[in-house]
């Protein structure tokens, strides 16, 4: 990279944060959970010195259709899943993990992570147009503390609606005493899908229900209290991630299967179940925020038709782009990326057949089960990019898009 040090793996959610003329500036999660010597990190400091995971920033000449340069924008996080961008030109970095110092890690091998401070928050990462942090790494904890995904600002309040990947997962919004300017704090909320309090299962597409809120009192409580009088689980761990879930559950909070995309477009706001509806292959949600309803936008009847969407944008255009993060072999269903029109027409866009039989950049192999992730489109809506996670690939990808993201 630009700044010296070797591009991280692990490449994940993603977002356009700023564009100079022809340049844009991308910022792009690692989501990486090991311990260690954190990434190093020329603009700032990093959060936590034994958390490899991070961020890097990365520019593109649209004019050119060219790469121009690419640095580590922060440091010191775990897990770094996706996240999402604001409006005021910054990008959400979200954790998916609660672990802190000598919790052993269930993600990987159970051993016990030498993480110097907790994890399971959301960061904010200011990013200049060459690239290099500003800010501070602090932790906005009144976001809450849990396993995150996504975030989603509704441009018109500053509202900001967050996502939980669990198989009991809640979908959250916060809102802040400041639009804008959330280290100021605020105020965290659990949706009540009425009259459903489980949503795992299946429903018709169209499907339509009202939504309250119940404020969450202990936003930062990672786990509920009665699992850490438990034993340690199997693996070790105690505690169960879900101190905020339970907290809004309690209150008459509903239950999602693994919330993971979500973005704000068309004055809405769009998330996926990665494993909701009947075949467990994944739903389409919409809320409007206006009305405070909640719309099942597409249910997949089908794991060949859509196997378990993940990351998610919506195009300029109003369609959303849908990344697989699937459990199929290669050989069968190779991981795909969708587009979905505004009328809820389902079309590939492409295909991982990523195969290399020789060695490139120092990787060799068949990736094709590796997932997409980190779509987003440039703001005159003409290149999209996004990731395969494995080996860490970012692709910049021009259309024409009127008929496929309409």
């Known amino acids: ?17 700023s564009i100079d003329g022809d340049v844009v500036t991308l910022c792009r999660n690692h989501e990486i959970s090991d311990d260690g010597r954190c990434i190093p990190f020329a603009g700032g400091t990093p959060y ?16 050119k259709g060219e790469w121009l340069d690419s640095r ?3 440091s010191g996080t775990s897990r770094n899943c996706a996240g999402g961008i604001t409006p005021w030109g910054t990008w959400l970095t979200c954790e998916e993990t609660v672990l802190g110092p000598n919790d052993p890690d269930h993600y990987k091998d159970s051993q016990k992570r030498s993480f110097e401070k907790s994890h399971g928050w959301i960061f904010e990462v200011p990013v200049a147009a060459d690239c290099e942090s500003t800010g501070a790494p602090v932790p906005l904890a009144d976001m809450g503390r849990f396993v995150h995904e996504a975030v989603a600002v509704d441009r018109e309040t ?21 639009p804008g300017k959330l280290a100021d704090g605020g105020l965290l909320e659990m949706a009540e899908v009425v009259g459903q309090s489980d949503l795992r299962g299946g429903f018709e597409n169209g499907a339509s229900f009202d939504v309250r809120w119940h404020r969450i009192e202990d936003p930062s409580r990672a786990h509920s209290p009665e699992s850490l009088k438990q034993p340690p689980n199997k693996k070790g761990f105690v505690g169960d991630e879900l101190g905020v879930f339970k907290q809004g559950a309690a209150k008459g909070g509903s239950t999602f299967s693994r919330l993971e995309g979500c973005w704000y477009g068309n004055g809405l706001i769009y998330f996926d179940a990665t494993s909701g509806g009947a075949a467990r292959a994944g739903q389409i949600w919409q809320y409007d925020p206006k009305s405070e309803t909640l719309t099942l936008l597409f249910e997949s009847p089908s794991k060949p038709m859509l196997n378990m969407p993940d990351n998610l944008c919506v195009s300029p255009r ?12 290669a050989n069968e269903y190779p991981q795909r990326v ?8 389902l079309r590939l866009l492409g295909e991982n057949n990523v195969r290399l039989s020789g060695e490139k950049n120092g990787f060799r192999g068949d990736y094709r089960t590796k997932e997409w992730a ?20 970012t692709c910049a990808i021009t259309g024409p898009w009127d008929e496929t993201l309409a």
């Open 318 to 329: 109003g369609g959303i782009v849908l990344c697989e993060d699937n459990d199929y072999g």
């Open 338 to 345: 969708f587009a979905l029109s505004q009328d809820g027409q």
């Open 374 to 393: 980190g779509a987003t489109f440039s703001p005159d809506g003409q290149w999209l990019f996004i990731n395969l996670q494995t080996p860490g690939i």
């Open 48 to 63: 936590d010195e034994r958390a490899r995971g991070g961020c890097s920033s990365l520019r593109f000449d649209l004019a």
């Open 1 to 17: 990279m630009a700044d010296g040090a070797v591009t991280p793996r692990a490449h994940d959610g993603m977002g356009v944060v």
């Open 158 to 178: 500053g509202i900001i609606y967050e996502t939980e990947d669990r198989g009991t997962s809640g979908f959250y919004r916060f809102i802040p005493n400041t």
């Open 72 to 74: 580590i924008a922060f």
